[in-house]
């Protein structure tokens, strides 16, 4: 049985741009929706005849509202008699209280939830009751397997594919992965040139099979 542990960063840096430096003059924008506003829809390309399906997750509530959980889908204008027509479904949240939190928007078959399209975006309210929002898509995740924990600095050392060992430091009250385990992270967006790499963790989950990769060092 698949075994998925996400936890969040208490408090997040500024997001910025990914980029294999230690400074960056690029800070990311992210979408604002005012007090008076602070409501965002998100339309996604949908078809149902194809057996996929839209769901939503919020990993923390109490943030923001999902309006209805399982969104609402519109049809495409189409001939009387034509089959396989596709649409729109479309996902709102509200603004509730100052935090932060990450939202998934996953499309899959119930009968294969192994193929899996997520797209990920990381929502903040602060006290003003303004809605931030920012895909997560330019700046993360990151894929790997965990080659050594350090409990005393809240760290995991990962080997990816794409940046070699990539040493992740995870928010104190997040739960740490363990040894051998195979993981996606959604990071801030900002690595360090250092050996290895460094990056601050936003929000993590375990990966199975086949997406997991073997243990090599």
């Known amino acids: ?45 949908s078809n149902p005849t194809t057996g996929y399906q839209w769901t939503a997750f919020l990993l923390k ?10 969104g609402d889908y519109v049809a ?15 996902f709102e949240i509200t603004a509730v209280a ?26 903040q309210v602060d006290e003003e009751g303004n809605l931030y929002i920012r895909d997560l ?3 993360a995740p990151i894929i790997g397997q965990v080659v050594e924990i350090d409990e005393e600095n809240h760290s995991a050392l990962l080997n990816t594919e794409t940046h070699g060992e990539v040493l992740a430091f995870f928010g104190e009250d997040m739960p740490l992965p363990t040894l051998e385990e195979n993981v996606k992270i959604w990071f ?18 375990t990966l199975a099979p086949p997406q997991a990769r073997p243990l090599v060092r």
Not at 61 to 70: A, R
Not at 188 to 205: D, H, K, L, R, Y
Request: proline share 9%; charged share 15%.
């Open 1 to 45: 049985m698949m075994k998925k542990m996400i936890a969040l960063l208490a408090a997040l840096m500024l997001m910025i741009p990914f980029a294999l430096a230690e400074d960056t003059e690029s800070p990311e924008v992210f979408t604002v929706y005012p007090p008076v506003a602070a409501h965002a829809q998100f339309a996604l390309p």
């Open 61 to 70: 509530d109490g943030v923001v509202e999902l309006v209805n959980p399982d």
């Open 76 to 90: 495409d204008e189409a001939e009387e008699g034509m089959v396989g027509v596709g649409g729109t479904h479309y």
């Open 98 to 123: 100052p935090g932060e939190t990450i939202l998934l928007l996953n499309y899959f078959r119930p009968f294969d939830p192994t193929d899996m399209m997520t797209s990920a975006y990381l929502v």
């Open 137 to 139: 898509e330019g700046a």
């Open 188 to 205: 801030n967006g900002a690595m360090t040139m250092s050996i290895p790499a460094q990056i601050g963790v936003i929000a993590w989950e």
